[in-house]
């Protein structure tokens, strides 16, 4: 029986045959959807929303459903009857194939086709997106001039209302795609036959299940695996001494143990920030005095939406951090990278930032180095690996919060937010969070 292919569903097969099989037969073991590939989905409508503005005037043909296929179709089949020019999840099906394209438009009589992504550059899998767009909608009779893959301009820096002419970029894939318009009928025969064999295919677990993106059959595969020993476990403890005793000479009291969060919008959210710039918009910061470790105040900053959250955050650090004494981090890079970004954006702070950086002590590094190290590590040196296994009565189990892409998530979720009880609740999970990030790291040199 042969089954109507779709746009994903093509994509699926030709990355991984066995999660197509699993899409069509066993869609009930399908992982849970999560927080951060929901908001991946979101974000991926929202933009596609917004490309809409760069062709006006233009008719929705989904019909407002997935289910309404048929009708979203047949309405498709109408408006380019009518004369619609302009036509926004226009839908192609031939009985075996199905695509929605999200813009339609006719332009001087001649047909092009604008797909639109979320990412900042053509990917591989954007171009058999476009090839199979391309084979259905021709193969309905609508001879297009061309097709564009839409995605964003991370070029682009905010001033003011959101410039959709300047936020998107335009690429023309025609030229690339129409070599493999001949290889589509063969693939897809190939996956119709694959999914009228009675078993699951087998194939072994690879790139393929994260790569371009996760596949959501994840967990029914790992769950056919049989136990196997974890290689960090396999790695011995360690204690390199002397380079833990050369690390702690580099600290000058006071010690601040600091920490930030962000968000990072690919629509940006505030003037003088670019799409998917991570914006600080938190921080924490524990303060040790001096050797004796007595003295440990905690000091915090949290915006508040829909504010700009960085010039009031980096006006109350440097307020805090002073003129002398180590800044201690997890990952160095991260919190140095935040900083130029600010002292670029907004330069009337870059004099003060700067001398912060000859501050800076990493304290990642002993652990990435194995200088000290617990099999509990599991071969990994982040921060929410080293401090289970060193310091286990320091539990982000217990909080809301306990990853930084959540953090990121829930901040945004203020900026449409308008009750005052969930917000309130929400920035008491951030501001515990975060604090447990520098309280961490205060109980992990404490033991070192």
């Not at 690390?247 to 998917?276: A, C, G």
Request: aromatic residues 12%; contains cysteine.
């Amino acid at each position: 029986m042969t089954k109507t292919i779709s746009k994903s569903s093509f994509i699926r097969g030709m990355k991984c045959s066995k999660s197509l099989w699993l899409h069509f037969h066993q869609p009930e073991d399908r992982d849970e959807t999560s927080e951060s590939q929901q908001n991946i989905f979101d974000t991926g409508h929202s933009v596609g929303a917004l490309a809409q503005q760069l062709f006006p005037g233009g008719i929705d043909a989904s019909r407002g459903e997935p289910g309404k296929v048929a009708e979203a179709v047949e309405y498709t089949r109408q408006l380019i009857a009518g004369g619609q020019n302009v036509i926004y999840e226009a839908a192609f099906s031939d009985g075996e194939t199905l695509c929605y394209i999200d813009i339609l438009v006719k332009e001087g009589g001649k047909w092009r086709a604008y797909e639109v992504k979320a990412s900042t550059a053509v990917k591989n899998y954007h171009i058999m997106d476009a090839a199979f767009q391309y084979y259905v909608i021709t193969r309905s009779g609508i001879p297009l001039e061309d097709i564009f893959l839409v995605h964003i301009n991370n070029q682009y820096i905010r001033h003011g209302e959101i410039d959709v002419q300047q936020l998107f970029a335009e690429e023309p894939l025609t030229s690339t795609i129409l070599p493999m318009q001949e290889t589509i009928p063969g693939q897809l025969q190939s996956l119709n036959t694959m999914l009228n064999i009675g078993f699951i295919p087998v194939i072994e677990m690879g790139s393929q299940c994260t790569s371009p993106f996760p596949c959501d059959f994840i967990g029914f595969c790992q769950s056919a695996l049989t136990d196997e020993p974890d290689d960090g476990n396999q790695i011995p403890a360690s204690r390199d001494q002397a380079q833990l005793d050369s690390f702690k000479t580099k600290l000058v009291y006071p010690l601040f143990f600091m920490d930030f969060e962000t968000i990072f919008p690919v629509i940006p959210f505030h003037d003088e920030s670019r799409p998917y710039q991570q914006v600080p918009f938190q921080y924490s910061l524990h303060v040790l005095a001096d050797k004796a470790q007595n003295m440990l105040e905690h000091y915090f900053f949290l915006g508040n939406p829909p504010s700009d959250p960085r010039p009031a955050f980096i006006e109350s650090l440097l307020d805090r951090l002073g003129t002398k004494g180590s800044i201690i981090v997890w990952n160095a890079t991260f919190e140095k990278t935040r900083l130029k970004e600010i002292a670029r954006d907004f330069p009337q702070y870059s004099s003060r930032i700067q001398p912060l950086f000859d501050r800076f002590v990493d304290l990642m590094v002993p652990f990435r180095r194995k200088h000290f190290y617990e099999p509990e590590m599991n071969g990994s040196y982040s921060l929410k690996a080293v401090l289970p296994a060193i310091v286990p009565d320091l539990s982000y189990s217990d909080l809301e919060i306990q990853e930084g892409g959540s953090a990121s998530l829930t901040y945004e979720s203020l900026y449409d937010d308008p009750d005052p009880e969930s917000i309130a609740k929400k920035r008491d999970d951030l501001l515990k969070y975060c604090e447990l990030d520098t309280m961490g790291m205060v109980r992990i040199l404490k033991l070192l």
